[in-house]
C-alpha cells in the first residue's frame, strides 16, 4: 500500500497552488493594508510629537503673526488677517507633516537594518508606495483637523466654508505632492542629516515664501513670478480659496487652472517615485 503524498503531476501540492503559479493575483489587500496600519500605527503611537506638537507649533503662527501683524482690524482679500492666515496655515502643517511621514518610513528601516521587512513581503512597488503615501496623507488629514479645530475657537478667526471642493482638493493634492517628495527623499537619503537638509533649505523655505502671510500682489514684480513658481503657491492660495472665496490665484477659471495642474504634477511625481521603487535603486544595493 502506497503512501499518498500529496503531490500532483504540475509539480505542486494538493494543498498548494502549482509551482510558478501566483498565489496573489491582483493586488495584494492584505498586504496593503497591513503597511498602511504599520504606518499609521506608528505615527499614532508618538502622537503627542507627529500630531498635537506640530498643531500647536502652527498655532503659535497664527499667535504671533496676527498680533504683530493683524492689529488696527487689518484686512486681505476682504476679511480679518486672522482668517486670511488661517487657512494657509492648515495646509502648510498638512503638507509638512505628509512629508515628515513619508520621508521616515524607507529611511528608518537603512538606518535600522530593517528595511529587508518591507521589501521581502510580496508587495509590488506600486503597493509598497501607496500603503506610505496613504499613511502620509492619513497624518496630514488628522494634523489638519487638529489645527482646523484649534484655530476655530481662537478668537477673531473665522473658518466658514465657501467652496469644500477646494479644501477637500487642494488639501489633498497638497499632502499628496508633499507625501510623495518625502518617499523620493527617504529612498535618496542614507542617514538623517540627508533628510534635514531636504526639510530645511527646500520644503520650509518653498513653505514660507508661498504666500501663506500675504498677497504676491504686494510683492515686486520679479518675486511675484518667482511665487508663480512655486507649486506650494497654489496649493495654499486654492486652499485658502475654499474658505474665502477668493485668492490671489485669481478667479474661480484660474483657481480650476491651478487644481488641474496640482494633479498632473502628482501623476508626474508619483510616476517617477514608482520608477526608482521599482529599480531599487538605493534599497536593494
Known sequence: MTENTGDDKTGGSARFSPRGVPVITGVNRVGLHALYMKEVRRFLKVQTQ??????????????????????GGREVLGVPFASFVAPGLIVMGMMQNAFAN????????????TIIDLLMPPLSP?????GILAAAVTRAIAVGCTVALAMALWPGVSLAVAHIWAVIWFGLMGSLMLATLGLATSIW???????????????????????????????????????????????????????????????????????????VLNIALGAAVYALLRSGWKLKS
Open 50 to 71: 507627529t500630531i498635537w506638537a506640530p498643531a500647536f507649533t502652527t498655532l503659535l503662527f497664527l499667535v504671533i503673526f496676527t498680533v504683530a501683524l493683524g492689529r
Open 102 to 113: 513619508s520621508s521616515f518610513s524607507l529611511l528608518s528601516g537603512k538606518m535600522q537594518g
Open 126 to 130: 506600486g503597493e509598497l508606495m501607496t
Open 189 to 263: 537619503a542614507e542617514k538623517f542629516d540627508h533628510n534635514a537638509a531636504i526639510t530645511n533649505f527646500i520644503i520650509a523655505p518653498l513653505s514660507l515664501l508661498s504666500g501663506t502671510f500675504y498677497v504676491i500682489e504686494n510683492l515686486h514684480g520679479v518675486f511675484q513670478a518667482v511665487s508663480r513658481a512655486n507649486p506650494f503657491f497654489y496649493v495654499i492660495s486654492g486652499f485658502r480659496y475654499g474658505f474665502l472665496g477668493a485668492s490671489d490665484i485669481g478667479g474661480t477659471q484660474a483657481v480650476l487652472v491651478a487644481a488641474a495642474g496640482l494633479l
